[in-house]
Every structure is written in structure tokens, then in C-alpha cells.
């Protein structure tokens, strides 16, 4: 009788761990501890609890860019290296972009970023002629050019810059121009344009997405791709790339990867970034803009305004400006002549022009 009052150790240990361990962290030190988790980790930790997730969705609520670059000699080190950097910190990648040199494969760095990344993430790999970004390990600013035929050089020649994105609030896919061999280009344009328009109108609702990162086979001719893009997509619609390149792509869709499309070649592939029509409550609105640039360093003179005078009947306004140091006074077409020839040494990016700026 004398225990008939006394709790057995059994019933006592559930309220025991019910508050001990995780569970008498407060929010803010869960967060703490979840914001210095590596990527992998912290996408297993979302999947804990409803309050792990909740915290997990708090650290990740606005856009994040994560890249790195590296000049290891060995393409395999290169890349495991960038990968671990930009995957060292929470990030739910909505996409992946490659840049690397000639002493990669490309293909290679595709297989090993389709392991290593979620099934459904849209990747694009590229050679490109030159590279920059932070350092993965001395976290300086490194910027390297390739000399066409310099192929020697091998610790130059491997280098590559990665760069995984999360933007809440938008879609992202890779749409590839797919086009038969030996048919006519100018119908699987027509065809690009419209998989552009049709993915964007099925996640947003509109026809013409926020942006497109665009890379083009160097081997065909891009122009008539490019024009076609441009006039086909609102003037809010920021469009940029590489026309002159060599590329592999995952797309989230698989009916549009090379591989289940053996009879037809990629002439180009757009990274294509749509509205969120079902972006949760709290999200905000991403907005592009873009800048023009041959590296670290702004591309041509300051100039310094001499007159500015607008003219509200036309929507017109006229501007003279002088380059620093000089007292010669530029007009407006003087300037745009300036502007384009800093812009034809950068013959292999793609920046999209507006006649309008013609009327400055």
C-alpha cells in the first residue's frame, strides 16, 4: 500500500523526453544552429519536424546566389571543389550554371552535377572563353581569359566557375531550340519561342517570363534566333547570354533532354525564368536588371553631363556630356557610337537593345 502512489519509471519517461533534448532550444537558436548547416544536411533537417521546416523556410525566404571558382589543374578536384563550396551553406538550388575552360568535358561535369543535385533541378554546362568569380578556398577575386589554340596551359585551361541559385517566387527551367538535322531552322524557332511562351503562361499566367539566360551553339548563327526572342517577349523581359558556345543541359522536363531526342541537335538552350503563380503567401517579387561589363572593371570613359533638356511633347530627351578631363562636348550620338564600339568587343555576349535609346 505504501506504493501505491509512487510513479513507475515507465510513465515517467515520455513527459522526461518531451522536454528535453531539441526541444527546449528556443526559435532563435534553432536557427541559429540550422543557418550553419551545409546544404544536404540542412535539406534533411527541413524534413525533421513541422517546426524544423518552419525555421529551415524563415533562414531560406529571400533569393540566394551561391558561386565559386577554381583554377585546380586536375578538372575532377576543380569541380569537387566549387561544389563543396557552394553547396557549404543552406541552399535549395532552383538551378545550376557551369562556366568552364577547355581542358573540360563537359559532359562529365553534366553526369557529375545530375548525382549530385535534386532529379528535377534544370543545369546548363558551358566552355566559355573566359571566367571570373571569389575564390573557393582564398575567397579572392580571380579573372582568366583563354587565347584560342592555348590549350598547353593546363592548370589555366581547367578552370570553372559554379553558381547554384534559389529564387523564391519563380520557376526555372531549361527549354532547348531542338532542331532535326538537315531540316530548316526557321520552323524550330518558331517552335522555341512558343515552349518559352507556353511554359511561362502555365506557371504564371502571362507569355513572357522575367528573364532568359541564353547560351547558343557557336556553329550556327544566332541572329535570327536572337530577333526573333526579342520581338516576341515584352520589353520587361531582360535576355542575356553567350552566342558563341558549347553546351550540355538537364532539363527538369525529360521529354526535353537530347537524350530522349536522339534525330534532332540543340542550336541553343534558354534558361527560363517564370513567375510563381502559386508562390506562398509572404514571398515577394524578383526583379532582373543587368550590367554590361569586359570583367572586374566598368567598360569605356566617365562622362559628365553638360546639358540636359526634355521635351514633354516628343518624350524626348537631349543630352550632351563631356569624358572626364576633356572640355570637348559629345551629343547623344557621338556617345552611342562610343557605347557601341566598347560593346563589339564583347562580340560574344548577347546584351538586348531598345531603338527607343536611340532618341537620346
Not at 261 to 270: L, W
Request: aromatic residues 6%.
Amino acid at each position: 500500500m505504501a506504493n501505491k502512489n509512487r510513479s513507475s519509471p515507465s510513465s515517467a519517461t515520455p513527459k522526461l523526453m518531451e522536454v528535453s533534448g531539441f526541444s527546449l532550444m528556443n526559435e532563435d537558436l534553432l536557427r541559429n544552429i540550422l543557418s550553419r548547416l551545409p546544404a544536404i544536411s540542412f535539406a534533411s533537417a527541413a524534413t525533421v519536424s513541422k517546426t524544423w521546416n518552419a525555421a529551415c523556410c524563415h533562414i531560406l525566404s529571400r533569393p540566394k546566389l551561391s558561386s565559386a571558382i577554381s583554377l585546380k589543374p586536375l578538372p575532377l578536384v576543380a569541380l569537387q571543389e566549387v561544389f563543396d563550396k557552394v553547396m557549404s551553406e543552406p541552399i535549395r538550388p532552383h538551378f545550376a550554371i557551369a562556366s568552364v575552360g577547355p581542358g573540360f568535358e563537359i559532359k562529365d561535369v553534366l553526369q557529375f552535377m545530375v548525382e549530385k543535385v535534386r532529379s528535377r533541378t534544370p543545369i546548363i554546362v558551358s566552355s566559355v572563353k573566359g571566367i571570373l568569380g571569389r575564390d573557393a578556398l582564398s575567397h579572392e577575386f580571380r579573372e582568366v581569359k583563354w587565347i584560342d589554340g592555348n590549350i598547353d596551359e593546363v592548370p589555366v585551361n581547367t578552370g570553372i566557375v559554379l553558381t547554384v541559385g534559389f529564387v523564391p517566387g519563380l520557376k526555372v527551367d531549361v527549354i532547348p531550340l531542338l532542331r532535326q538535322r538537315k531540316a530548316p531552322q526557321g520552323s524550330m524557332i518558331d517552335k522555341f519561342v512558343q515552349d518559352i511562351k507556353s511554359y511561362t503562361s502555365s506557371m504564371s499566367g502571362c507569355t513572357s517570363p522575367q528573364a532568359i539566360i541564353m547560351i547558343g551553339d557557336g556553329s550556327v548563327d544566332q541572329k535570327p534566333i536572337l530577333e526573333k526572342l526579342d520581338y516576341a517577349m515584352s520589353m520587361e523581359t531582360i535576355i542575356v547570354g553567350d552566342e558563341r558556345g558549347q553546351f550540355v543541359y538537364r532539363s527538369s522536363d525529360v521529354s526535353r533532354n537530347v537524350g530522349t531526342n536522339k534525330k534532332h541537335s540543340p542550336d541553343a538552350v534558354a534558361l527560363v525564368f517564370a513567375r510563381d503563380r502559386n508562390k506562398a503567401r509572404g514571398i515577394g517579387n524578383i526583379e532582373f536588371h543587368f550590367a554590361l561589363s569586359k570583367g572586374v572593371s566598368a567598360i569605356g570613359p566617365r562622362l559628365k553631363a553638360a546639358s540636359v533638356r526634355v521635351q514633354d511633347s516628343y518624350t524626348v530627351t537631349w543630352l550632351t556630356a563631356r569624358r572626364e578631363g576633356q572640355q570637348e562636348i559629345l551629343d547623344g550620338q557621338q556617345m552611342l557610337e562610343d557605347i557601341d564600339n566598347e560593346v563589339c568587343q564583347c562580340a560574344s555576349v548577347y546584351i538586348r537593345k531598345h531603338e527607343l535609346y536611340r532618341n537620346i
